[in-house]
């Protein structure tokens, strides 16, 4: 585990090239985690550290960037969905990684991601101390969407077979008129001033719904449409089910730098405080808007 005079030692410089390694070394590994997947949507004995099945491909792909992302100097620890407690590689920033988002999705073969958030500070980390925030999308095409805490945009990337990637957007924003939402979670399990907020989104014509059980794919959508994605609190699941450090605080980080905004239904995302590695938040992301709406409608319940 990288000690705290070691994670905090890195200066910004040296902070935003070992950024720039791990982002290599995740745009790398993507067409090789692709190439792998074929043959490894078999579910494997075992659950992961959040009670869920693995798949082959997730732990298939967790190995793949422990091995690349681990060998980077000034990378302290390791840690991803798959694995109980984070894995010590030296001393340095700490990279947290959900290696394969949306691995339900490989049997029918619909869109996946690799999520990656590097924090400046031991784990499990606050939401402020995150450095860079990426997501790969496995899709029709390969991309990977970035956002730097010394650079005020995002960025999206296309990957080629190569591993060799160049960007296709820069200073993405989302769309200010948002036009899709997708929640998910079953609808019995909503909270009820949840679903009432729901039906007041779905009721505007210019909305439509766009949910394909893969957080990465949804959220590109509203990134790419403007919108909001969710995974709500349930009355069965109180915290959702998406992880603090592996989900909400990366993508949070994304869509607040892209113009939109974040939250947990109450505050930023950037701003839940946990003391657990795998602790889970409900995730809301999208246009300002649309987040103040859903804050004022959950009001109520906090
Ligand atoms: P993992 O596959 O990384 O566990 O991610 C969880 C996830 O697949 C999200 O990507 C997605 O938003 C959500 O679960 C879908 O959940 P559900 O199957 O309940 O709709």
Known sequence: MATKENSGSTDAEST??????????VARTAPEVRRGLPGRRIAIEGKNPSGEEQKAADVYTDELLLERIGSISNVGVYASEERAS???VGSGLSVCVDPLDGSSNLEPNAAMGTIV???????????RDIVAAAYVLYGA?????????NKETVTEYV??????YQVVREELTLPENPSVYGFGGRVPHWVEEFEEYVSEVESDPSMKLRYGGAMIGDVNQVLTYGGIFGYPTLTNAPE????VQFEGYPVGYILEKAGGASSDGRK???DVEKDD??????????NEGLIDDLEAALADRY
Do not use: C, F, W
């Open 141 to 149: 095409t390969t991309t990977m969407i970035v956002a730097r805490s």
């Open 117 to 127: 958030a590097i924090y400046d500070d031991d784990l499990p980390a606050s939401g």
């Open 240 to 243: 959702g089910k998406l992880r």
């Open 268 to 270: 930023s995302l950037l």
């Open 16 to 25: 935003q090239k070992t950024v720039n390694a791990v982002l290599d070394a």
């Open 159 to 164: 990957i080629h077979e190569s591993g060799d």
């Open 277 to 286: 590695l795998h602790a889970r938040t409900p995730v809301y992301v999208g």
């Open 86 to 88: 984070g894995v010590d």
